[in-house]
């Protein structure tokens, strides 16, 4: 039972005793010190309290915001005995009689929270009851239903664990960012129920996540909340698709489980080379294998239109074609390295070189036979760029090695070296002319480097993965050529001195050897 019975019978027995001698005190009554604190609570900051407790709960009689006492029989009729419901209940005291200032703050707290909710037209609100539901209203005080005001209330807090140990929700910390975070999930709900449901579907076959495909996410299906939620946020915290774009995300996820679908439906030859190119069985269950999900969605993101069907088919392609260019030439493998901006790898684990295998095997009229014929046509129709081997004042070559070609043209001592970069811009590589130019790739990292003779007076030099110049010789040469000479990958190069100094050769990008001590450019001379 509330205490007012008792603190009405204090008035009337302080009336009778003091009669009109001035402010009212009930020294023996501990009823009038948590009073005091509690007014002084709900006033303090601005009338914040107060000001929450009437967008809350309003009564009939606000309390005011000034100096008023309670103890005052007018006051106590109008507004006091407000203080009495505030600090009662019928278990007893509550948090406003032993904490008046925690009680305020929580108020504050819970009032911010229903104005954010409230707002943009009660969008935070409807998506709240769209995800869990809510007997929060729309509009007005929180009076019919008592319960309303615990539904807000709660709405800023969560279980108390070490890593939250005041038990706040983002409700409390930033009610804004919470009706927001709201709204968003509630769109990644919905998005995941259209289309019968094939979005939650997807999201149990690829992870185990469990989000019901009707109805709230209340209750005993409280879990389903948080993993709800969870959807949105990267390991780091930061948001993902499913945040920002929903309808993206469920389309991602649903794709990714076409494409695991068809890949437990695939021969064994297609299996055997997804496992070849990726090194995890295409019979993995997603849910519990996260390496073979992010493969599935490695390959399906960012892939408009993917075709899973045509994906699945060219994999004995890729793994054929691979196989080839192991066992291609050295003509062969520079032609490749100067059509697709890669060197053969000997294994898939670089994703460049694999992109570049996928891009051949889709282009139209690659697959004509079996995999093993399609990939020998290919090779027979690697024909090495000699242009780009002999000395040349404008030559083409991907220095950026973004798959698309640039030009490197030389405009006589007046002007310099030029790079037309991407077909778009232009930028000055040196304003010194040069005597000849080759491109190659000299440190075997797939990107192309330039050897630029500049003459007698400065040499050859060396300018390495559109960065850095290095001078390889002080002498200027008759003529060089990059070719892989000890058939081990990487482009050495042979260049002539000219008379006195023969042919040498830089190996590997790290020594030099003669190859013979008579230039080619000296000639016959006749006895």
Not at 32 to 45: E, G, K, T, Y
Not at 280 to 291: F, L
Not at 295 to 300: I, N
Request: aromatic residues 10%.
């Amino acid at each position: 039972m509330k205490k007012f019975g008792k603190l009405l019978t204090a008035v009337c027995v302080g009336l009778f005793i003091v009669g009109c001698a001035g402010t009212l005190a009930f020294a023996s009554e501990p009823f009038d010190s948590h009073a005091d604190a509690l007014l002084v609570a709900l006033r303090a900051n601005g009338y914040a309290g107060i000001i929450a407790r009437e967008g809350i709960i309003a009564g009939t009689h606000p309390i005011p915001k000034d100096t008023s006492d309670w103890r005052v029989p007018a006051n106590w009729v109008s507004w006091g005995y407000q203080l009495d419901g505030m600090m009662y209940d019928n278990s007893g005291p509550t948090l406003a009689f032993n904490n008046p200032v925690q009680y305020v703050d929580e108020l504050t707290h819970a009032y911010a929270t229903l104005l954010a909710i409230r707002a943009n037209s009660c969008a935070g609100l409807i998506a709240l009851d769209n995800i869990s539901g809510t007997i929060i209203p729309q509009t007005g005080l929180l009076t019919g239903n008592p319960n309303q005001v615990g539904a807000v209330w709660s709405l800023n807090f969560t279980t108390v664990t070490p890593a939250n140990p005041t038990g706040h929700t983002l409700a409390w910390d930033n009610p804004a960012s919470f009706a927001t975070e709201e709204i968003h999930a509630s769109n990644l709900l919905n998005e995941l129920r259209l289309n019968s449901a094939a979005g939650c579907s997807a999201l149990f076959t690829l992870t185990g996540k469990n989000i019901p495909s009707s109805g709230k996410l209340a209750g005993a299906e409280a879990d389903h909340v948080d993993q709800l939620f969870s959807l949105m946020y990267n390991p780091d915290g930061s948001t993902n698709t499913a945040y920002s774009n929903p309808g993206s995300y469920v389309a991602v996820l649903v794709a990714v489980n076409h494409l695991n679908t068809h890949l437990k439906a695939a021969t064994l030859e297609q299996k055997a080379a997804f496992n070849a190119i990726y090194g995890i069985s295409a019979d993995t269950d997603p849910a519990t294998g996260s390496t073979f999900r992010q493969r599935l969605f490695d390959t399906v993101s960012g892939n408009a239109g993917f075709d899973i069907d045509g994906y699945i088919m060219i994999l004995p392609n890729v793994t054929s074609l691979h196989a080839a260019l192991q066992g291609a030439t050295a003509e062969q493998k520079d032609a490749f390295l100067e059509s697709y901006g890669i060197g053969v790898h000997p294994d898939y684990i670089n994703g460049t070189y694999v992109k570049a295998l996928f891009d051949i095997v889709g282009t139209p009229g690659y697959i004509y036979g079996t995999p093993e014929e399609n990939a020998a046509y290919f090779l027979t129709g690697l024909k090495f760029d000699e242009e780009l081997q002999s000395g040349s004042l404008i030559i083409s070559t991907d220095l950026d090695s973004n798959g698309q070609k640039d030009l490197v043209i030389d405009f006589g001592d007046a002007y310099g070296i030029w790079i037309w970069n991407n077909n778009t811009s232009w930028s000055q590589l040196h304003t010194i002319s040069a005597k000849s130019i080759i491109s190659t790739d000299l440190d075997n990292n797939g990107q192309k480097d330039l050897v630029i003779d500049f003459g007698d007076a400065y040499g050859i030099w060396t300018y390495n993965n559109n960065t850095s110049w290095r001078q390889l010789h002080t002498i200027s040469a008759k003529s060089i050529i990059s070719t892989d000479l000890d058939n081990n990958g990487q482009k050495d190069l042979v260049i002539d001195f000219g008379d006195g100094y023969g042919i040498w050769i830089w190996n590997n990008n790290t020594s030099w050897s003669q190859l013979y001590t008579v230039s080619p450019s000296a000639g016959h001379h006749e006895l």
